[in-house]
């Protein structure tokens, strides 16, 4: 895993599994192979193949480890969902993206009962409430948060904490300005949101510091679309 990531939106990365296939003209200017390339060169291990698809099965429990909150890239690194990726290690991925939603709320939720007051939000994804070809799994795994999200709230709300779930759209961000810099992609990205552009990290602050607000006491349970309009076609 890597501390102290120079993406902006996030904290550190966590690749279970490093490496990809060019698939697209929006591979062209891969970002990860780039970075996969150096790292192998570095001598670093877990780049020993370079940009092959590797498992990295030592880096599964890494995250129930934690103590503190952070924010992660999951697969800064690698395509998840690679053909070579054998499904009962997405699985233990799978169960590991959904699981630190949960642990993170209990934990926040233990330190927030005793005041009787709290806000929690979780981050899911516009992909939970709409079907996207070939993101089934990683569909699944945000529509459970979802989920979660609905049924802790009512186990919550007893004790005055809301939880609720923004889920984004395409977003623009630093890891992505490659595959956006290709036009074909782009456009192809782009089409199908109404406001026409992609959204950017900025665009979520609003809809979070209201959440995060006392003028959003009495709203729990809910999940909150930001995407530009995407899903309303
Ligand atoms: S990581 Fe993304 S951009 Fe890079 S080769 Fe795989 S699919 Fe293409």
Redesign the pocket.
């Known amino acids: 895993m890597a501390t102290n990531s120079h993406i902006e939106w996030t904290d550190a990365t966590w690749n279970p599994v490093t490496g990809?296939?060019?698939?697209?003209p929006?591979?062209k200017h891969?970002?990860?192979?780039r970075l996969a390339l150096r790292l192998q060169a570095m001598g670093q291990n877990n780049y020993r193949n370079g940009?092959e698809v590797t498992l990295q099965p030592q880096m599964l429990d890494l995250p129930l480890r934690w103590k503190s909150p952070r924010r992660i890239f999951v697969n800064s690194?690698?395509?998840l969902f690679?053909k070579r990726v054998p499904f009962g290690f997405v699985d233990r991925v799978f169960h590991t993206n959904v699981k630190g939603n949960i642990f993170c709320t209990q934990a926040a939720a233990r330190l927030m009962m005793p005041q009787k007051s709290g806000k929690i939000i979780l981050c899911a994804s516009i992909v939970a409430v709409v079907g996207e070809p070939l993101l089934s799994i990683y569909t699944a795994s945000k529509g459970a948060i979802l989920a979660f999200c609905r049924a802790a709230a009512l186990e919550l709300a007893p004790y005055g904490i809301n939880l609720n779930c923004v889920l984004p759209g395409t977003t623009k961000t630093d890891m992505s300005k490659d595959?956006i810099a290709d036009p074909v992609v782009a456009k192809a990205l782009i089409e199908p949101i109404p406001l026409g552009r992609l959204g950017t990290p900025e665009d979520l602050v609003g809809i979070i510091q209201y959440l995060a607000s006392d003028e959003a006491s009495w709203t729990t349970g809910q999940s909150f679309i930001v995407d530009g309009g995407h899903t309303m076609k």
Do not use: L, P
């Open positions: 990809c296939s060019k698939i697209s929006g591979c891969c970002y990860a192979e940009f690194m690698s395509d690679h595959v």
